[in-house]
């Protein structure tokens, strides 16, 4: 009885429990060992790492500058989104009671939220408060302006249109100013920017998966005699596969990584004056940036688009590399 | 252990490599491969390995026919075969210890065991001493056993060897083909293709020779 006998016939023992165990734990450390390798090849080459992740740095902080530029101009246009509001200006006509009835009218219309009414004396008053032209106003033997009513519509509420036309034909009223037509232009214009930064986004990741296959194509080009030793001793596709994939994930995060760091630097840099215009249009407006957790999220999409490019490669290549 | 019943071989180039060997190799047998380059030693080899699939005939190792096995299992199936190549293929990128620690690496041994078998085997073929070299380093003689040590590591039931002795000297060939005969005592099947008559005809097993792809001799 020889001693590999003894051996094997020990293995042939232990329980198919422990075999699979031993299995999954080989697995885990090929994957510890691939990941940990493919890292220092990647490091091993900091100038080619360095550019291959500036590049991936690059098409991916483009889409996501644009997308924060498209979050903050959103933040800013809510501020006016707010229910447009209708002026409702009365006819100099119409009486302080029938203003008063209108006023009443309204506020017990479901379709709208508040009602402010506004009198002609308040607003004169108010008028000279803020232009300064008190005196002017002073001598002027009647007031010009009229009573008015600030209409807030429920949000609930159909079309402020319809509300606008029926508003307008009221004889009390002599216009019923309702300015929606820029906001309408400028959310339209907003759906059309955030298709368009979509749309070059998309364009711009299938690049990156391009880039990151190409590098990896290469890799496993300058692997070929290793590819091929270890599937002649018995390597696995999986074996094969697992450090291109990796290095096709450390290459996604190294470049996500710089996409945010980019990010981040062209919001320091467009912060100062960005809160200087602010100041000037007193505002209290604030450039939001991507935060930790959009860092976080374009780090992790490099992740998920370097593994998505080392796997079109690797799908592409490594089949065809076989033992001659 | 190994089995081919009127296995053929044609490339698609037309050239046919093998026609209608039939062979048996028992289990603990060393068995030498011969016959001019080109008669077909390789290829026969290559296709234990699966490396090539047989046009005509069946091929059975260790009891599965191989015709059995799809391409997803032919990674499983080269575990259990050791192999010896002609010019080494050797990773020249990592040390000898990683070299041999290739195979178990691939079948998933913890780190422990890994050492373990691979300085057994570095033992064995006598180059303990030298695993933490590049095997650039190493002489034609210390690569090839470099390369037996790897071939042996996982303890494979079949030993193929591809003119393991073609590119070293006569003392160095014996040398070689001693630590071949200590694996088959321990009862491992040994298949070695070589084209050295003069050595392999003073050792005493049985010959098996090819010309032309057929099997025109084999005698013990």
Do not use: C
Not at chain 1, 105 to 121: H, T
Not at chain 1, 230 to 235: E, I, M
Not at chain 2, 74 to 91: C, K
Request: net charge neutral.
């Amino acid at each position: 009885m020889s001693a590999l006998d003894h051996k094997s016939r020990r293995e042939g023992a232990s329980t198919s429990r422990a075999r699979l165990r031993h299995r999954f734990n080989g697995w885990l450390t090929h994957h510890r060992l691939s990941a940990a390798e493919s890292l220092a090849r990647v490091l091993d080459n900091p100038v080619s790492s360095l550019l291959t992740w500036l590049v991936i740095g690059i098409a991916l902080a483009l889409p996501a500058a644009l997308d924060v530029a498209l979050d903050n101009a959103r933040k800013l246009s809510d501020k006016w989104d707010s229910p447009a509001q209708l002026s409702l200006f009365l006819a100099a006509t119409a009486s302080a009671d029938e203003a008063r009835e209108l006023h009443r009218e309204l506020q017990e219309r479901p379709d709208i939220a508040a009602v402010v009414f506004v009198s002609r004396e308040e607003a004169l008053q108010e008028f000279s408060l803020l232009s300064g032209f008190a005196d002017v106003l002073d001598s002027l033997d009647n007031n010009p302006l009229p009573d008015l009513l600030l209409v807030t519509p429920a949000p609930e509420a159909g079309p402020v249109a319809a509300l606008h036309r029926e508003l307008s034909a009221d004889p009390r009223v002599a216009e019923a100013v309702l300015d929606m037509a820029w906001l309408e232009r400028l959310n339209t214009l907003m759906e059309l920017s955030r298709r368009m930064v979509l749309a070059l986004g998309g364009v711009l990741v299938a690049g990156v998966v391009l880039i990151l296959g190409n590098t990896i194509r290469l890799a496993i080009e300058s692997r070929r005699e290793e590819i091929v030793v270890v599937k002649l001793v018995g390597g696995s596709n999986g074996f094969v596969r697992r450090p291109f994939l990796y290095t096709g994930l450390w290459y996604g995060v190294g470049g996500g990584f710089f996409a945010a760091l980019l990010v981040a630097a062209a919001l320091w840099f467009l912060g100062e004056p960005v809160a200087r215009l602010a100041e000037l249009y007193q505002s209290s407006f604030e450039l939001g940036g991507l935060g930790i957790m959009g860092s976080l999220n374009l780090v992790v999409l490099g992740g998920l688009l370097g593994l998505a490019g080392a796997w079109l490669a690797v799908s592409r290549h490594l089949g065809r590399i076989a033992p001659r | 252990m190994i089995t081919f019943d009127r296995v053929s071989k044609r490339y698609a180039e037309g050239h046919e490599a093998l026609s209608e060997v039939s062979v048996e190799i028992s289990q603990n047998e060393l068995v030498f491969l011969t016959g001019h380059s080109g008669a077909g030693k390789s290829t026969l080899l290559r296709l234990i390995m699966l490396i090539e699939r047989p046009s005509r005939g069946q091929v059975i190792v260790d009891g599965q026919n191989l015709a059995r096995i799809g391409n997803r299992g032919i990674p499983a199936h080269r575990r259990n075969i050791g192999v010896v190549f002609q010019n080494h293929q050797l990773l020249f990128d990592r040390s000898v210890y990683h070299n041999v620690a290739l195979p178990l690496v691939i079948a998933g041994y913890d780190q422990r065991e890994v050492g373990r078998r691979v300085r057994a085997a570095l033992d064995k073929v006598g180059l303990l001493a030298r695993e933490r070299a590049l095997p650039i380093t190493l002489s034609g003689g210390e690569q090839q056993r470099v390369g037996i040590a790897r071939a042996v590591v996982a303890r494979p039931r079949i030993l193929l060897a591809d003119e393991p002795t073609g590119n070293l000297d006569p003392a160095l060939s014996a040398e070689i083909m001693q630590l071949f005969e200590a694996f088959n005592q321990v009862g491992v099947t040994v298949l070695i293709a070589s084209h050295d008559l003069a050595l392999i005809s003073r050792l005493h097993h049985r010959i098996l020779t090819l010309r032309d792809g057929r099997l025109v001799s084999n005698r013990a």
